[in-house]
């Protein structure tokens, strides 16, 4: 069985991913004309577990959690509060599983109720901070600069100075999260996109080529665009567009 794989990638990196985890992807509008990305500055916004006020706890992915317990300093040990006060504050948040190097982070909103500049912060975790930077040890938060708004009053656009591993933009005063429509994240780093073509083959010995081997594949850090056999694979066939 053979197929050969069209992607756009910041690296050929590939991972497993939750099914929450992809309910959180699927927030984010993919493009379709890949070749009008090349070059241009890279959003990893896709690969972090995405938090999102506007959703039921449940509906958010579990790792998700550990970003607002990190920024609500909420104990590990207990079952997370998801009413203290600061996650009441959380809008949304992103939160990786390594430190990135995140640069600028956008938050862009839709038609309706949003708060004004001075009533957001755009908190991250500074991991230049010297200490050792999983999940459950100690770490700095700082809160990013005043954002550069557009000209259309709708996106916020913070500058992140040291790499993180998570971010979160909450409500400043008596208002809750609830108060406010959720915006749409983007986080860029100085990479740019690249496009590249991936060739995967699989070799079988004759007792197993007949089996089927049926799967799926996703990215890291990138996109993936057509998939197709490659060519004379008369074996291969595809159930769905990466599938």
């Known amino acids: 069985m053979r197929c050969a794989l069209a992607l756009i990638l910041l690296g050929a ?6 099914e929450e985890a992809r309910a959180a992807e699927a927030m984010l509008p993919v493009p379709t004309d890949f070749s009008a990305l090349v070059g241009q500055p890279v959003d990893i916004a ?3 577990y995405l938090y999102r006020a506007d959703r039921r706890a449940e509906a958010n992915p579990p790792e998700s959690w550990i970003l607002l317990m990190q920024y ?13 006060p600061a996650a009441r504050k959380a809008l949304c948040g992103l939160l990786w599983e390594e430190v990135r190097p995140v640069r600028r982070v956008e938050l862009a909103w ?3 109720a949003r708060p004004s500049p001075e009533e957001v912060a755009l908190s991250y975790f500074d991991a230049s901070d010297g200490n050792a930077h999983t999940w459950w040890n100690p770490r700095t938060i700082r809160e990013a600069g005043p954002p550069q708004v557009s000209a259309d009053g709708r996106t916020y656009v913070y500058a992140i100075p040291v790499d993180t591993w998570g971010v979160v933009a909450a409500v400043r005063g008596d208002k809750k999260a609830s108060a406010f429509a ?12 690249k496009k590249m073509d991936l060739a995967i083959e699989w070799g ?3 007792a197993t080529a007949p089996l089927a081997y049926d799967g799926r594949i996703e ?7 057509d998939v197709r056999p490659l060519p004379r694979d008369a074996g291969t066939t ?6």
């Open 110 to 112: 839709p038609a309706g």
């Open 72 to 84: 609500a300093n909420l104990p590990f040990d207990k079952p997370v509060d998801v009413n203290a």
């Open 182 to 193: 959720v915006p749409a994240v983007r986080a860029l780093v100085p990479e740019v996109w």
């Open 13 to 18: 990196v590939m991972a497993q991913r939750t």
């Open 238 to 243: 595809l159930t769905g567009p990466h599938a």
């Open 219 to 225: 990215a890291y850090d990138g996109m993936i665009g």
């Open 46 to 48: 896709p690969s972090a």
């Open 204 to 206: 079988f010995e004759d």
